[in-house]
Every structure is written in structure tokens, then in C-alpha cells.
């Protein structure tokens, strides 16, 4: 039996404060409904409670076996713990469980969706738009292909080879053509192939990755609206995992400053608050300048019971249920740490930033590694193993990522092109190889940059030290 004591150390993600915050606010929300008859609670009927509680026992030990996102020693995957402000509006507005889907579902959350929404437009420079919240980016991207594709049916959807692996699938369920776009040695979009396929005449829309998922390279955004004004295209910008970064801007390097400085010229954008964002799984966002489309949407079905009046972001939206909880969790995160250029949101991004520049700094100066070229752009780190053959630097990046698991250091591989680290005659650009790659996307990674630091040197002398 696992012993039912606090550990010592307690890790810091356990103690926080969300479950505390939590018990002024259940009151508060609880007397809004004290004017209705008491009803038994599922937890009422005999045993339920013991037994409930002997099933998160069990839950306790099965969730022991994921790898501890929470924690700044985790520097592996896009994954960034919700802030405790959004775990706790999230848990409260669970009481009430709202379907945003349409105000009947979610009178309260619904508002608190709009206003949420706003603001992220608002951040792009856009006071007017139509837009919502998704489960997710992939969905997101999917409603902006869908309007892409009802206002130019038939044309061509364009994206790097460096975009997010979904739009290709998305395009396909949608019956739109797809074209991949060469991408540049930095791995951003690359014009010259971008303007061929454009001189066909045919292309719809360009999708244009600001923060690429692999690389976080910034596609060249002045460029492609310059583009537009010669050849009539939508351009679709996937910032899912970079949008937040237009807030610290003028902290980028000039090429992705000036990409992000034009966002509001885009004619749509997705944005992931569930990856920068600090809120739980099931948060994304879709946003197109021009409310118009809000035609494309409409429906009439015979299930939803308008009680309102106002706009059901179930009429702009494919998806019909949608967790209120979601928009609760961002309102309240946002209400806590606006999306201000010079706020405390703001200064964490810069600080995740600065660490991943940094740890590029050090593996580029290290003759155990051949760091990325060029960036980070924003705050993800890409690096080889050292080694003499493209097999050699990928076994060593493997055993590196694994022996730095043992120390509890998580990174992650990542697949590129040989081709972006160096480029040499006679070796295929097809080639590729596996590479470390770490999101220090925690604000926190800034000052755990020495304790990562030394844990990978540690990992790597012990692979080195195997092959001497
Ligand atoms: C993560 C990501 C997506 C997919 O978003 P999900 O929320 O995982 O569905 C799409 N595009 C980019 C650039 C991403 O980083």
C-alpha cells in the first residue's frame, strides 16, 4: 500500500494555492442559488464517498507515471502548466458545467468567451473581428480553411514544410487542394518557392506559420503581404503556438519583429491559449478580420432553444458543444494578467525567451554539440549530437535524450533535414537526422538554466564517454 503521508520534499506544484483560492468564490457562487430546495447529490447515496475516494487512489498512482510537465527539470515538449488562477476558475465553473454552444447552455460564460476573445484580437490590433473558442488549434485552423475554401472554392491551399502536419490532413478532409512550400534553411516559408507556385494562378490561400511547432521559425510575413498586393491571396496566419509572442515583439530579432508587427493584415489567425496561454487542454482560438464570414456559418437546427437575442457563438462556430469552463479559465487568467506589452505576462515570455536564447548560446559554443544555425526565433532550442555520420549524431541525440531522462532532465527529438545544419555537397537534402530539441516555455526555465545546463553536460559525457 503507498503510504497516504505527505512526501518530503512535497513538490511545489502540490501545494498551490489553487485548491485554497478556491473557497471564498465557491461560497460567493453557491449563494446565487440558495433560493432552490435542497436535492440529493450523487455523493449522498451510502458508500459512494469511500469508494469515490478509494477510485482516486487509484488514479493517484496511475498519473504518477507521466513525466512532470509541472516542473522546470521538464524542458522537453510544447507543454506549460495552467496557471492555478485557471485551474480554479476552471474547477469552479464545473459546479455549473456551461455548454457554450449557445447562451441557453452558458448564459454567463458565453460573455465571458466574447470578452476573452476580444481582448486576443485586441492583442493582434483588431477592433472588430468575429471569432471563438475551439477545443483546440487543430480545429481552429480547420473552421479558417473552411471559410478560406467557401470564399474561393476549388483554389489552392499553400503551407511550409515546416507547418503544422495538420494542415495537409485538414485540407484533405475537406476536399481542398494542398500544396507543400519549400522552406529556407532557417525554416521559414521560402519565397522563391512560394512566388512558383503562386504564378500558377491558382492558390486560394497561404498559410503562413508564425512559430513553427518544430523550429519556432517566424515565416516571412512582410514579404507574403507584398506578395498578396501582386497576386490576390488569404493569407491564414497559425500562431498556435507563437501568438503570444506579439506582446514582446520588439524583444525579437528583426526578422520575426517585423512578421509580428503586421498580424493585423492577416484576413484570419489561430492562437492556442492551451499552449502559451497557461490554461488547461481544450483552448483554442479562431479569428477572422472581416465579420462578414459569420454568414458561412449559419445553420437551423431545430435543437437549439434561442433564449436571447444576442450573437449564440454556436451560429459562428462548427462545433456544436463547447466547454464553458474553457472561457471561464482564460476570462479569469486574463483578468488576472492582461495581454499588455508591458505586463507581468508579458515579462514571462520575455524571461522563457531569454533562457532558450541562452541555452543556444552555450551549445553552439560547445564542441559536443552543432547547434541550429540561426534563432531560436522564440523560445525552442533545436541542436545535434556531435559525430561523424548523420547515423552517429542521431544514435548519440537518442541516447543523450535518454540518459538525461535518468536525471530527470526531459527534452525531446525532433527529425530535420542534415541539409539546415550544414550544407555540403553531395548530401541529399532529403537526409535527415534526429536532433535534441527543448520549449523552455516556463518562465521559471530562465533561473533553472544552470541546474538544465548541468544535467545535460552530465548526460553527455556518459554517452561520449561510452564511445571513447
Ligand atoms: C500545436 C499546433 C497546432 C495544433 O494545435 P492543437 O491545439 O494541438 O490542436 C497547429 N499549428 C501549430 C503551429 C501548432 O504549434
Known amino acids: 500500500m503507498a503510504s497516504p503521508t505527505r512526501p518530503d520534499p512535497f513538490p511545489d506544484a502540490f501545494g498551490d494555492p489553487f485548491l485554497d483560492l478556491l473557497q471564498g468564490p465557491l461560497a460567493t457562487l453557491a449563494a446565487a442559488f440558495v433560493d432552490l430546495p435542497p436535492c440529493i447529490q450523487p455523493m449522498d447515496h451510502a458508500g459512494q464517498r469511500t469508494s469515490a475516494s478509494a477510485v482516486l487512489d487509484e488514479v493517484a498512482v496511475r498519473m504518477g507515471g507521466e513525466f512532470p510537465y509541472f516542473h522546470p527539470l521538464y524542458a522537453g515538449q510544447m507543454l506549460k502548466p495552467p496557471h492555478p488562477v485557471a485551474r480554479a476558475a476552471y474547477a469552479m465553473a464545473m459546479v455549473l458545467n456551461p455548454n457554450n454552444h449557445a447562451r441557453d447552455g452558458g448564459r454567463a460564460s458565453s460573455e465571458m468567451e466574447v470578452e476573452a476573445v476580444a481582448e486576443i484580437a485586441r492583442m493582434f490590433g483588431w477592433s472588430t473581428h468575429l471569432g471563438h473558442l475551439t477545443s483546440g488549434g487543430t480545429f481552429a485552423n480547420l473552421e479558417a480553411l473552411w471559410v478560406a475554401g467557401q470564399l474561393a472554392p476549388g483554389k489552392r491551399i499553400l503551407a511550409s514544410e515546416q507547418a503544422h502536419y495538420t494542415h495537409k490532413r485538414i485540407s484533405a478532409v475537406l476536399q481542398m487542394p494542398f500544396t507543400t512550400v519549400a522552406a529556407d534553411a532557417a525554416g521559414r516559408m521560402d519565397l522563391n518557392a512560394l512566388e512558383d507556385e503562386l504564378r500558377r494562378g491558382d492558390v486560394g490561400t497561404v498559410v503562413v506559420t508564425m512559430g513553427t511547432t518544430g523550429l519556432g521559425a517566424v515565416d516571412p510575413l512582410p514579404q507574403i503581404l507584398a506578395l498578396r498586393g501582386r497576386y490576390g491571396f488569404r493569407i491564414h496566419l497559425d500562431a498556435a503556438y507563437g501568438g503570444y509572442f506579439r506582446l514582446i515583439a520588439d524583444q525579437l530579432e528583426a526578422p520575426a519583429r517585423a512578421s509580428y508587427e503586421r498580424m493585423d493584415q492577416a484576413d484570419s489567425i489561430v492562437m492556442d491559449p492551451h499552449k502559451h496561454g497557461l490554461q488547461p487542454y481544450g483552448c483554442g482560438c479562431v479569428l477572422f478580420r472581416d465579420p462578414a464570414v459569420g454568414k458561412f456559418y449559419k445553420h437551423d437546427s431545430p435543437y437549439t432553444y434561442f433564449t436571447s437575442d444576442q450573437l449564440h457563438l454556436g451560429e459562428i462556430s462548427l462545433e456544436c458543444s463547447?466547454?464553458?469552463?474553457?472561457?471561464?479559465?482564460?476570462?479569469?487568467?486574463?483578468?488576472?494578467?492582461?495581454?499588455?506589452?508591458?505586463?507581468?505576462?508579458?515579462?514571462?515570455?520575455?524571461?522563457?525567451?531569454?533562457?532558450?536564447?541562452?541555452?543556444?548560446?552555450?551549445?553552439?559554443?560547445?564542441?559536443?554539440?552543432?547547434?541550429?544555425?540561426?534563432?531560436?526565433?522564440?523560445?525552442?532550442?533545436?541542436?545535434?549530437?556531435?559525430?561523424?555520420?548523420?547515423?552517429?549524431?542521431?544514435?548519440?541525440?537518442?541516447?543523450?535524450?535518454?540518459?538525461?531522462?535518468?536525471?530527470?532532465?526531459?527534452?525531446?527529438?525532433?527529425?530535420?533535414?542534415?541539409?539546415?545544419?550544414?550544407?555540403?555537397?553531395?548530401?541529399?537534402?532529403?537526409t535527415s537526422v534526429t536532433c535534441l530539441r527543448s520549449v523552455l516555455m516556463k518562465p521559471e526555465h530562465e533561473n533553472w538554466l544552470e541546474e538544465i545546463w548541468g544535467r545535460l553536460g552530465s548526460a553527455t559525457e556518459t554517452v561520449l564517454d561510452l564511445d571513447r
Open 322 to 430: 463547447r466547454a464553458g469552463a474553457s472561457a471561464v479559465a482564460l476570462w479569469a487568467t486574463q483578468r488576472l494578467l492582461p495581454l499588455a506589452v508591458d505586463g507581468e505576462f508579458a515579462r514571462g515570455l520575455a524571461a522563457s525567451r531569454r533562457a532558450a536564447v541562452e541555452l543556444g548560446r552555450r551549445i553552439r559554443e560547445d564542441e559536443r554539440f552543432a547547434g541550429f544555425p540561426t534563432g531560436p526565433e522564440l523560445d525552442i532550442v533545436v541542436w545535434q549530437a556531435c559525430g561523424n555520420s548523420v547515423e552517429q549524431k542521431s544514435a548519440r541525440a537518442q541516447r543523450i535524450f535518454d540518459a538525461s531522462a535518468t536525471l530527470n532532465l526531459h527534452l525531446a527529438l525532433v527529425q530535420l533535414p542534415e541539409a539546415m545544419f550544414s550544407i555540403r555537397d553531395g548530401l541529399a537534402s532529403q
